[in-house]
């Protein structure tokens, strides 16, 4: 299928459901849905990778450690709280 | 006739399970190991959310103290990190609506759908065809963090629970109360705004 001959009816249905088939959420029949579908759609199979690539990316994201003052403060905050009878 | 005892739950043993039992049980010095256990997940979790780091220390700092508080009501029903994020996400929605009035944009699919035949790609970008290593850099991560950064915080706090904080669509909707259907559709919607921001960064680059 090339780009005028987008299908854009069948084209959205598959759309709706990326995320789910990347994240292997959808049944069996659905996931050869899109798979023979992105064979021949190229925009469907740009749009599929681009969004994976998406999600890949965003689990590069690095956490910032925790600045020093803060864990002090933190930690002081929790000393000065009244304990608590233990749990029955 | 034997009257049916109530339905017990069962008892969700995590890796949190036994500190938690010492620290109910009269043990507080050991509370500092759940803090540190979590503090950094949760400091980075609510300057997601927040953006602003006063504000993250201070909604780290309120969750702690109300789970120090509230600790003995835990029932191990669920896994002890899916409550701390419950209560931390709860404290972050506490200070958006504090400090905001103006209602949340919706994001609709029809805005990430190619619309005319300009818009509908005819090849696999570069960005989504390199190694992952070849294409990972300080700036970038600067730029994707940016972009979690712009996007309306219902959805935002699904993207980082599912893909950052690597919570499933269950667990995530649990944690913010929302059904498993409506977490699947913020995600995704999520994930295109995302991949908007990324395609405009990748073309202007």
């Known amino acids: ?88 | 006739m034997t009257v049916p005892r109530p339905a017990t739950r069962k008892k969700i043993k995590d890796k949190d399970f036994e500190l938690i039992q010492a620290i109910n049980s009269g043990q507080f010095d050991r509370f500092p190991d759940l803090v540190k256990r979590y503090e950094q997940k949760l400091y980075n979790f609510s300057l997601r959310m927040c953006r602003d780091a006063a504000d993250a220390e201070d909604a780290v700092q309120e969750t702690f103290l109300n789970v120090f508080r509230y600790l003995k009501n835990f029932r191990y029903e669920t896994k002890f990190k899916n409550w701390l994020y419950r209560v931390t996400a709860s404290t972050c929605i506490k200070k958006w609506r504090k400090s905001k009035f103006a209602p949340e944009r919706e994001l609709s699919l029809d805005e990430f759908f190619p619309q005319d035949e300009t818009e509908v790609p005819d090849q696999v970008p570069k960005w989504a065809l390199l190694p992952l290593d070849k294409l990972l850099n300080d700036e970038l991560l600067d730029k994707i963090n940016e972009a979690i950064f712009t996007l309306p915080e219902k959805y935002r706090l699904v993207i980082v629970l599912r893909d950052i904080e690597g919570f499933n669509t269950a667990e995530t909707a649990q944690i913010l109360n929302l059904s498993d259907a409506n977490v699947k559709v913020r995600l995704h919607r999520a994930r295109l705004f995302l991949r908007d921001k990324l395609k405009g960064y990748f073309e202007n680059e």
Do not use: W
């Not at chain 1, 759609?41 to 998406?54: A, G, M």
């Open chain 1, 1 to 88: 299928m090339n780009k005028n001959e987008h299908d854009h009816k069948h084209c959205l249905e598959l759309f709706q459901k990326l995320s789910e088939y990347l994240d292997n959420e959808l049944d069996e029949v659905s996931c050869k849905d899109i798979e023979k579908h992105i064979k021949d759609c190229v925009p469907c199979f740009v749009c599929l990778q681009t969004l994976k690539r998406t999600v890949d990316l965003c689990k590069q994201t690095e956490d910032r450690p925790v600045p020093e003052d803060f864990s002090k403060k933190l930690k002081e905050a929790i000393q000065n709280m009244p304990k608590m009878p233990p749990a029955g």
